[in-house]
Nanobody
Framework: QVQLVESGGGLVQPGGSLRLSCAAS????????MNWVRQAPGKGPEWVSFINTSGVNTGYADSVKGRFTISRDNAKNTLYLQMNSLKPEDTALYYC???????????WGQGTLVTVSS
């Protein structure tokens, strides 16, 4: 079955860095656009970034542009999110999500918690 498992979250000080990973299984990872979505405590989901199948094309929310970098390794079936210059407002549960042919996010991981605090 389709499975997405995020890892790499944790507690980091403002200005610090983290790299999130998302291990995919149960489907042809290289055939799907992938996304990162986050949800801060008490708030709704916020789309963070996407990457196309080859990894050449990416996009970012304005709130993270210039600080976060999405990438993928299709040989390892793994999606990444490098997060630099972290701010307290980046505190959230981060999910990876698969995009299907109808442009819907149809599979999600369980999330990994990122807490930015001094």
């Amino acid at each position: 079955q389709v499975q997405l498992v995020e890892s790499g979250g944790g507690l980091v000080q403002p200005g610090g860095s983290l790299r999130l990973s998302c291990a995919a299984s149960g489907f042809t990872f290289s055939s799907h656009y992938m996304n990162w979505v986050r949800q801060a405590p008490g708030k709704g989901p916020e789309w963070v970034s996407f990457i196309n199948t080859s990894g050449v094309n990416t996009g970012y929310a304005d709130s993270v542009k210039g600080r976060f970098t999405i990438s993928r390794d299709n040989a390892k079936n793994t999606l990444y999110l490098q997060m630099n210059s972290l701010k307290p407002e980046d505190t959230a549960l981060y999910y990876c999500a698969r995009k299907n042919s109808a442009s819907a996010l149809d599979a999600w991981g369980q999330g990994t918690l990122v807490t930015v605090s001094s």
